[in-house]
T-cell receptor, first 111, second 112 residues
Framework: QQPVQSPQAVILREGEDAVINCSSS?????VHWYRQKHGEAPVFLMI?????EQKGHDKISASFNEKKQQSSLYLTASQLSYSGTYFCGTEWADSWGKLQFGAGTQVVVTP | ETGVTQSPTHLIKTRGQQVTLRCSSQSGHNTVSWYQQALGQGPQFIFQYYREEENGRGNFPPRFSGLQFPNYSSELNVNALELDDSALYLC???????????FGPGTRLLVL
């Protein structure tokens, strides 16, 4: 019942854009996005609540499609610092406060 | 820096032993969640403590247990360690109306 993330990996050149998707088989209450660099803890990027609007963090933004039970993370004009593994954590309506994480999307940004 | 601390940073144990991991939550946060992250995978929810009570548990056996103290710090105990318990153990704190979970640096456990 983990959310499904796609793609598994993406390689970008600096300045390029990418989209990471996170799909749930259960009704979502919220979606939390994190980035984890090798050997470090996940760092919070943003949270999207059911019924909420699209969020942004610098040139990283995300949306939440309630109909599809899906969230998408948009990396715009990527920078070298965007490299890392991106995880979505989904909070279901029947398990408030508990996050189920996807397998992650590895992003490599090259000069 | 999230203000969430964990100790120890690294630990090596042998099969069958017991281990205790510690987590200090961010100031003002009353909820601590524990996650296990195996190499190359996403964090897996173990359990959550809210105001010293267990408040939900993932698909982990009873040999994984925990505690939360009045100052909201928390411990994760694992008995009868197995090789598959080798992983990064993360705690995350949250609190009040803030739903965001902030992760600590983790404890890397190796079971030989």
């Amino acid at each position: 019942q983990q959310p499904v993330q796609s793609p598994q990996a993406v390689i970008l050149r600096e300045g390029e854009d990418a989209v990471i998707n996170c799909s749930s088989s259960k009704a979502l209450y919220s979606v939390h996005w994190y980035r984890q660099k090798h050997g470090e803890a996940p760092v919070f990027l943003m949270i999207l609540l059911k019924g909420g609007e699209q969020k942004g963090h610098d040139k990283i933004s995300a949306s939440f499609n309630e109909k599809k039970q899906q969230s998408s993370l948009y990396l715009t004009a990527s920078q070298l610092s965007y490299s890392g593994t991106y995880f979505c954590g989904t909070e279901w309506a029947d398990s408030w406060g508990k996050l189920q994480f996807g397998a992650g999307t590895q992003v490599v940004v090259t000069p | 820096e999230t203000g969430v601390t964990q100790s120890p940073t690294h630990l090596i144990k042998t099969r069958g032993q017991q281990v205790t991991l510690r987590c200090s939550s961010q100031s003002g946060h009353n909820t601590v969640s524990w996650y296990q992250q195996a190499l190359g995978q996403g964090p897996q929810f173990i359990f959550q403590y809210y105001r010293e009570e267990e408040n939900g548990r993932g698909n982990f056996p009873p040999r994984f247990s925990g505690l939360q103290f009045p100052n909201y710090s928390s411990e994760l105990n694992v008995n009868a360690l197995e090789l598959d318990d080798s992983a990064l153990y993360l705690c995350a704190s949250s609190g009040g109306t803030v739903k965001t979970q902030y992760f600590g640096p983790g404890t890397r456990l190796l079971v030989l």
